[in-house]
């Protein structure tokens, strides 16, 4: 093994450890507080509430136009 590739392999785990600790706090930091930000807006994007006077969940699709040459 050459001195640079054992240079390499030593400096890995400092690496790793720092991703991590940078991963964790993204999520701490900006995902939660902006995710209970949503929640308290009442936003829902997906459309998850319960609607209790709906007949059904069932939404219809809208198409939009179809080009049938363009899938030749």
């Not at 050459?2 to 785990?13: F, G, K, Q, S």
């Not at 807006?41 to 699709?61: E, I, M, N, V």
Request: charged letters at 25%; zero cysteines; aromatic letters at 12%.
């Amino acid at each position: 093994m050459t001195t640079a590739a054992r240079d390499l392999h030593r400096t890995r785990p400092w690496r790793d450890a720092l991703l991590s600790v940078a991963v964790f706090l993204l999520f701490w930091v900006l995902l939660v507080p902006l995710g209970l930000v949503f929640r308290l807006l009442g936003w829902d994007p997906l459309g998850r509430k319960p609607r209790p006077g709906a007949a059904s969940y069932w939404r219809k699709a809208d198409p939009g136009p179809v080009d049938f040459d363009s899938t030749r």
